[in-house]
């Protein structure tokens, strides 16, 4: 239990989000409680042996190009308190049939030699978009307000990004390699690749790779959630777990209240308290498609075909353009595709101290319907033995997670959405709804701070840090 009754700010959910408003709160000197359901803090940033003894798995996430480029991560001394980024050869790889693999390099001049006939084009495209990560990254995980300290940054990204990933790709490239690879990207939206605005997450994560990588957390990914506890108790912080808040009214006093939670949490604790209009508000939210994913201990690396594919801390299994769409169309209209399209990753390739000497685990996870029941484990180990046959014979043991286990995990990941809601063109410029502060509601000293307010999801802090700097401007 907490210890004090009283305290400036409380902040329910020791998510990324969570933690890092805590941090602007506690860095202007106010007192602030975490107070975390689950036993342990993290989120999305929690690590457990879900296999066999000592192979660590990273329960949700693993590679964090938006933690790495988080522009409030990177103001604080997590390396002081035990971070550790670590870069694999390549950020992301995409492995084709024919034996071939795209390979996105930390140098886009290296990463266009590989894309045969697209080598100009790519250049053309990433060069000055990368040269201007650091003028638009701020802005990109921002709320949207006002104009953009760089427009000309923003106004070259918006040229592309407001469009369909199959739009840029196509009219982009003319090679296999180049589109395969920023479709695969690209689905990271979680939505169908002709949807507009699915090329803005192509970019701002291609940006990413070339400009800050996707790393790993040395030892996991509970290592990120360790030094943020670490360094928020340094400030004076106080974190409460196992505490399941089923009312505003179980909190200690507080002039303030920031949750990391989804808006059909916030109706459940504050629903008495919000007014008739927000509430149906909230109440209409869309979530998106759910995720089943699984971690394999296994006996040696993934046998790929190409040995280039292991380079990659990310590997995106699915094949070509046509491929992956038609495979993200099928999970919007319901179904789970027979070929799906994976996130694969092996981060024992490159941190030893995921597993026992020789051995390894890999992490993988698909895009299924919200809520879907149907076990995708075979097509998920089909679809990886397709571009590393011999894959299955290395498996010494697995753990399933489907969308429900997910949300069961995480109470945000509403039908196993880990986005914290559709991130499509109307919901990321209004999440949770169109406000001029989206973190606010109408009750006083009550905000918002999760993946469903901006920038939406990833593992970056940014929707706590501009909570808690609202906060600290009405409130405070």
Same mark, same amino acid.
């Given at each position: 239990m907490p210890s004090s009754n009283s305290y400036d700010a409380v902040v329910? /959910?020791?998510?990324?989000?969570?933690?890092?408003?805590?941090?602007?709160?506690?860095?202007?000197?106010?007192?602030?409680?975490?107070?975390?359901?689950?036993?342990?803090?993290?989120?999305?940033?929690r690590s457990a042996e879900l296999t066999l003894p000592g192979f660590v798995h990273d329960i949700c996430s693993t590679?964090?190009?938006?933690?790495?480029?988080?522009? %409030? %991560? #990177?103001?604080?001394?997590?390396?002081e308190h035990g971070l550790e980024w670590v870069h694999p050869i390549a950020p992301?790889?995409?492995?084709?049939? $024919? /034996?071939?693999?795209?390979? @996105?390099?930390?140098?886009?001049?290296?990463t266009a030699d590989g894309l045969d006939s697209d080598v100009e084009a790519y250049g053309k495209l990433m060069g000055p978009l990368v040269a201007g990560w650091d003028d638009s990254?701020?802005?990109?995980?921002?709320?949207?307000?006002?104009?953009?300290r760089h427009p000309l940054a923003m106004m070259r990204f918006g040229l592309s990004g407001l469009r369909s990933v199959e739009s840029v790709a196509n009219s982009r490239f003319v090679g296999e390699k180049a589109r395969a690879l920023f479709a695969g990207i690209g689905a990271h939206s979680m939505l169908? @690749? $002709?949807?507009?605005?699915?090329?803005?997450? /192509? @970019?701002? @994560?291609?940006?990413?790779?070339?400009?800050?990588?996707?790393p790993f957390a040395r030892g996991g990914a509970q290592s990120i959630a360790r030094a943020l506890v670490s360094y928020l108790e340094s400030l004076g912080g106080e974190i409460v777990t196992n505490w399941q808040i089923e009312s505003l009214d179980?909190?200690?006093?507080?002039?303030?209240?920031?949750?990391?939670? #989804?808006?059909a949490q916030l109706l459940g604790i504050a629903g008495d308290r919000l007014d008739g209009r927000y509430r149906r508000r909230l109440e209409s939210y869309r979530y998106g498609v759910g995720v089943f994913k699984i971690d394999f201990a296994l006996d040696g690396p993934i046998p790929w075909k190409s040995p280039q594919t292991a380079w990659g801390g990310t590997v995106h299994v699915g094949g070509t353009l046509e491929e992956i769409a038609d495979a993200e169309a099928t999970v919007w209209n319901g179904k789970v595709p027979e070929r799906p399209f994976l996130l694969v990753a092996q981060p024992s390739l490159f941190d030893d101290s995921r597993a026992p000497d020789g051995r390894h685990t890999a992490w993988a996870y698909t895009h299924v319907p919200s809520g879907s029941t149907f076990d995708a484990t075979d097509r998920m180990e089909t679809q990886i033995e397709r571009f590393a046959p011999g894959f299955r014979e290395r498996i010494l043991a697995k753990h399933v997670m489907s969308p429900s286990a997910l949300q069961d995990y995480n109470a945000n990941y509403i039908g196993g959405d880990i986005n914290g809601?559709?991130? $499509?063109?109307?919901?990321t410029f209004a999440r949770p709804m169109l406000r001029w502060n989206p973190y606010s509601t109408p009750v006083k000293g009550l905000y918002m701070c999760s993946a469903s307010t901006p920038p939406g999801g990833g593992v970056h802090g940014m929707g706590g840090y501009h909570a808690a700097r609202s906060a600290l401007r009405d409130v405070f």
């Open positions: 329910i /959910g020791a998510g990324p989000n969570g933690l890092s408003a805590a941090i602007v709160l506690a860095q202007a000197g106010r007192s602030v409680l975490v107070v975390e359901g689950k036993e342990t803090v993290g989120g999305g940033m590679a964090y190009p938006l933690g790495a480029g988080s522009p %409030f %991560f #990177s103001s604080l001394p997590l390396v992301v790889t995409h492995p084709l049939e $024919d /034996g071939a693999t795209a390979v @996105l390099h930390r140098s886009v001049t290296k990254i701020e802005y990109l995980l921002s709320p949207f307000r006002g104009t953009p169908p @690749l $002709d949807r507009s605005s699915t090329a803005a997450v /192509g @970019l701002v @994560l291609s940006m990413a790779g070339h400009a800050v990588g996707w179980d909190l200690p006093e507080s002039r303030a209240v920031l949750c990391d939670i #989804s808006p809601g559709v991130q $499509d063109s109307r919901q």
